[in-house]
T-cell receptor
Framework: GAVVSQHPSRVICKSGTSVKIECRSL??????MFWYRQFPKQSLMLMAT?????????EQGVEKDKFLINHASLTLSTLTVTSAHPEDSSFYIC????????????FGAGTRLSVL | KQEVTQIPAALSVPEGENLVLNCSFT??????LQWFRQDPGKGLTSLLL?????REQTSGRLNASLDKSSGRSTLYIAASQPGDSATYLC?????????????FGGGTRVLVKP
């Protein structure tokens, strides 16, 4: 199956710093990428959807100025958590979808963010 | 708005017993339904994907059924093993008119005791 690489897998940072998470589709062109957040023992919640070359569409309640998403190419999307605070500590997972007819999303391995 | 519910939230069985995990969704206008496995602190592993036109999919000891009209899917895992212990997530992909989004259920945490 298709491979989505997410980096880093774990990041610990001080409050107030910004953190960038990368999501790459390794063997297909991702026309659409999705960013999810997962709190402990909870399910995945969609944060935003981005199409290559366009601005991301954010879900209700997600601050677009805090969670900056860039989808500059068909194989790379980045999520930047700006001025991170302890409440932003969570598991972030990206997903990528190509243009195939089966409409399948492939998931990265996730990034554990801990803000001290 | 699509809502996906998984019952039970947690399940503990002795090794060898069959597992039955349930998933229900409120909007039957779906493109596909997918079952995932998630180990603690890890990402998602796709197990089975059922397109809206299909009624079931099988892979080894896993079988997933889909009844779109009643908004239900069931994941069967035969002859469970301790290595099957994980959280299982059901996710429904809406049709384009519904935003084409993947909506996840809350998951079922499974423990298979040796």
């Amino acid at each position: 199956g298709a491979v989505v690489s997410q980096h880093p897998s774990r990041v610990i940072c001080k409050s107030g710093t910004s953190v960038k998470i990368e999501c790459r589709s390794l063997d297909f062109q991702a026309t659409t990428m999705f960013w999810y957040r997962q709190f402990p023992k909870q399910s995945l919640m969609l944060m935003a959807t981005s199409n290559e070359g366009s601005k991301a569409t954010y879900e209700q309640g997600v601050e677009k100025d805090k969670f900056l998403i860039n989808h500059a190419s068909l194989t790379l999307s980045t999520l930047t958590v700006t001025s991170a605070h302890p409440e932003d500590s969570s598991f972030y997972i990206c997903s990528a979808r190509g243009s195939g007819a089966k409409n399948i999303q492939y998931f990265g391995a996730g990034t554990r963010l801990s803000v001290l | 708005k699509q809502e996906v519910t998984q019952i039970p939230a947690a399940l503990s069985v002795p090794e060898g017993e069959n597992l039955v995990l349930n998933c229900s969704f409120t909007d039957s206008a779906i493109y596909n339904l997918q079952w995932f496995r998630q180990d603690p602190g890890k990402g998602l592993t796709s197990l089975l994907l059922i397109q809206s036109s299909q009624r079931e999919q099988t892979s080894g000891r896993l079988n997933a059924s889909l009844d779109k009209s009643s908004g239900r899917s069931t994941l069967y895992i035969a002859a469970s093993q301790p290595g099957d212990s994980a959280t299982y997530l059901c996710a429904v992909k809406g049709v384009k008119a519904a935003g084409n989004k993947l909506t996840f259920g809350g998951g079922t945490r499974v423990l298979v005791k040796p």
